[in-house]
């Protein structure tokens, strides 16, 4: 939803955090936790407070 409201392609968001589309997918799919470092890169990218983001991330996960 956040990636919509950006308007950012999954290869956009990918290139802007340094991971490939295939990582955003499976983020999006709740196949995966992203890592600290790329949640920080996230929730920049987001302009989102990384515990905002963490929230969210546990939510989407539940």
């Not at 956009?12 to 589309?21: I, Q």
């Not at 949640?39 to 920049?44: F, R």
């Amino acid at each position: 939803m956040e990636r919509a409201i950006l308007n950012l392609t999954q290869e956009e968001l990918a290139e802007k955090v340094g991971v490939s589309r295939q990582s955003i997918y499976s983020i999006e799919k709740n196949k995966v936790v992203p890592s600290t470092i790329l949640a920080l890169k996230l929730s920049a990218v987001f302009h989102k407070d990384v515990n905002s983001f963490s929230s969210l991330m546990k939510e989407i996960s539940k």
